[in-house]
C-alpha cells in the first residue's frame, strides 16, 4: 500500500495549487481523508479533513475560504485545490488516510510521502 501527495511547486502570491492524494494497492472510498503540512521549524499541523462520506472539517481557521477537498472515486484520489496562496502556506504538505468515517491523528492508517509548496512573496 502506498499512499502518494504530488502537484506541489513554486506558485506566486495569490496563485493557485492543486494537490492529488493518490493510493496504490488501496481503495480511498471507504476512508477519510486528512490533510497536513509542516513549514520549516514548525511542527505538522492539520489543514483539513475529508470524511468518508464527503464532508468537510477544518483544522486550520486560515485557509477557509480559500482551501477545498474534493474526492473523485473513479480516479482513486482526492484533490486539496489550494486559492490565493500566501507566504504562510510554505510547507511540505501530506495527506493520511484513517479508514474511519473521520480521521484524527489518533486513527490514521496510512501516511503518504509529502510534496513541497513553496509561495513566494
Known amino acids: 500500500v502506498q499512499l502518494q501527495a504530488s502537484g506541489g511547486g513554486l506558485v506566486e502570491t495569490g496563485g493557485s495549487l492543486r494537490l492529488s492524494c493518490s493510493a496504490s494497492?488501496?481503495?480511498?472510498?471507504?476512508?477519510?481523508i486528512g490533510w497536513f503540512r509542516q513549514a520549516p521549524g514548525k511542527e505538522r499541523e492539520g489543514v483539513l479533513c475529508?470524511?468518508?462520506?464527503?464532508?468537510?472539517?477544518y483544522w486550520t481557521d486560515s485557509v477557509k475560504g480559500r482551501f477545498t477537498v474534493s474526492r473523485d472515486g473513479a480516479k482513486n484520489t482526492v484533490y486539496l485545490q489550494m486559492n490565493d496562496l500566501e507566504p504562510e502556506d510554505t510547507a511540505v504538505y501530506y495527506c493520511a488516510a484513517a479508514r474511519a468515517t473521520v480521521l484524527t491523528l489518533l486513527n490514521v492508517d496510512y501516511w503518504g510521502q509529502g510534496t513541497q509548496v513553496t509561495v513566494s512573496s
Open positions: 494497492g488501496l481503495t480511498l472510498d471507504p476512508y477519510a
Open positions: 475529508i470524511s468518508s462520506r464527503g464532508g468537510t472539517t
